[in-house]
């Protein structure tokens, strides 16, 4: 069997993001709309808006920080 020298850690998302400056357009459009909820992500029905950042803004800004570095 073939030793496993690196355990890659694959984040389809992050790859996603990391592309084509993906981060900073979706951080750009998935902000704060003054309420505390997302502009952009919503969960349909009475409930409105999701709680921001959301899952897409908090994976932007952390490729965001990726590329940063
Ligand atoms: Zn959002």
Redesign the pocket.
């Given at each position: 069997m073939k030793p496993v020298e690196h355990q890659a850690d694959p984040d389809p998302l992050q790859e996603f993001l990391l592309r084509g400056n993906r981060a900073a357009r979706l951080l750009s459009e998935?902000v704060n709309d003054g309420t505390g909820r997302?502009s952009?992500?919503s969960q349909g029905g009475q409930a409105g808006h999701?709680r921001w950042p959301?899952q897409?803004?908090t994976a932007a800004q952390r490729a965001a920080e990726r590329l940063a570095q």
């Open positions: 998935h997302c952009v992500c999701v959301c897409l803004a």
